[in-house]
């Protein structure tokens, strides 16, 4: 009794399959699949041609410059809360997942001794040190700053919050960096004003 049970689930099986590919079949021939000769509706696309501007790279990233002496310690401390689960924010504190933070605002890039940097930040020397612009840069979009970086931050969008971080970052330091010149801010002001059309 029981084999003639397995019998009628085994054929009904085999009739859903076979079932199955037939309709397959049949959906198949009437679709009829053959690719048009022209489009019905023409779209009209005009041709880019390519201008003398450079569009390459990433898009231009307001300046910090004029914040950092206005900036607020406190919020980036804060701020600097979240570099702490990667890096080291102490005087002669040792690396971590990322490389320490002491004296980083000036230093060259990829220069901690001992830290194993990505190919791409070790190559990249557009400065060759971390100015206040290439921190800017880099902490609103690593990856997209230095392509290839191991650093997995999605970046601070606010160049108020970023301005903020740097100065703090500028106090881990024995002799802090000095505050950029009045000519360094205009310059800087004027370079984001010519990329950006303002």
Known sequence: MASLETNKVLAAVLCAGLLAMATGKVAEGLRHPHELEENAFKIEVANAEPSGEATAGPPPVEPVLPLLASADLAAGEALAKKCVACHSLD????????????????????????????????????????TYASLNKFLHKPKEYISGTKMNYAGLKKASERADLIAYLRTLAGTPAPLPTDEEIQAAEAEFKAATGG
């Open 91 to 130: 005087e002669g504190g040792g690396n971590k997942v990322g490389p320490a933070l002491w004296d980083v605002v000036g230093r060259q890039k990829a220069s901690m001794e001992g830290f194993s940097y990505s190919d791409a930040l070790a190559s990249f020397s557009d400065p060759k040190d971390w």
